[in-house]
T-cell receptor, first 115, second 114 residues
Framework: AQSVTQLDSQVPVFEEAPVELRCNYSSSVSVYLFWYVQYPNQGLQLLLK??????LVKGINGFEAEFNKSQTSFHLRKPSVHISDTAEYFC?????????????FGTGTQLKVEL | GAGVSQSPSNKVTEKGKDVELRCDPISGHTALYWYRQSLGQGLEFLIYFQGNSAPDKSGLPSDRFSAERTGGSVSTLTIQRTQQEDSAVYLC????????????FGSGTRLTVV
């Protein structure tokens, strides 16, 4: 069965500083990988996804993530954060075979951007 | 519609009562999913509908939970004899194709059982 680990429950960072949110997954087969963002009192919004091809994927709002198969990681990065990036971020995985058609989510990382 | 619509946005109910939560997916999306988001526990998969196939109910936590999808569109999640541990945000999502393109989520229904 697939699983996702987000080791950091909270990440405080100053505005304009870089940030990395970590995500590791476990699966016995190939996977699709996703990052979602949830702003307060809103649903989840897709930030970016890795399906195949280039391991570096770019998403909305200046975020990017790199798929590392050997380390089973899909860390999210942004070179310079803004106050408006304060939100909760979820990493998710979907297996290509078996496992049904559902996403498995991590427990989320709360990013708090401070002045 | 333009997005996934969920109603009500907030629901407070007494322990032991039944509740119904509604989800209107994006028009034309064949797949529909229900997740539960509890504080500090991430998103928990509940149930998945794909076209006319039998739903994947593997995530439903007990037989008090059920869901249906009428006409391949609107879905209703029903919780019978609610318990305090059912308090959570219930999120619905839909997608055009399974997995590949990610889901579009609704804003959720916040259920509070008192």
């Amino acid at each position: 069965a697939q699983s996702v680990t987000q080791l950091d429950s909270q990440v405080p960072v100053f505005e304009e500083a870089p940030v990395e949110l970590r995500c590791n997954y476990s699966s016995s087969v190939s996977v699709y990988l996703f990052w979602y963002v949830q702003y307060p009192n809103q649903g989840l919004q897709l930030l970016l996804k890795y399906l195949s091809g280039s391991t570096l994927v770019k998403g909305i709002n200046g975020f990017e993530a790199e798929f590392n198969k050997s380390q089973t990681s899909f860390h999210l990065r942004k070179p310079s954060v803004h106050i408006s990036d304060t939100a909760e971020y979820f990493c998710a995985v979907s297996e290509l075979t078996g496992g049904g058609n559902k996403l498995t989510f991590g427990t989320g990382t709360q990013l708090k951007v401070e002045l | 519609g333009a997005g996934v619509s969920q109603s009500p946005s907030n629901k407070v109910t007494e322990k032991g009562k039944d509740v119904e939560l509604r989800c209107d997916p994006i028009s034309g999306h064949t797949a529909l999913y229900w997740y539960r988001q509890s504080l500090g526990q991430g998103l928990e998969f509940l149930i998945y509908f794909q076209g006319n196939s039998a739903p994947d109910k593997s995530g439903l936590p007990s037989d008090r939970f059920s869901a249906e999808r009428t006409g391949g569109s609107v879905s209703t999640l029903t919780i019978q004899r609610t318990q305090q541990e059912d308090s959570a945000v219930y999120l619905c999502a839909s997608s055009l194709l399974d997995r590949n393109y990610g889901y579009t989520f609704g804003s959720g229904t916040r259920l509070t059982v008192v």
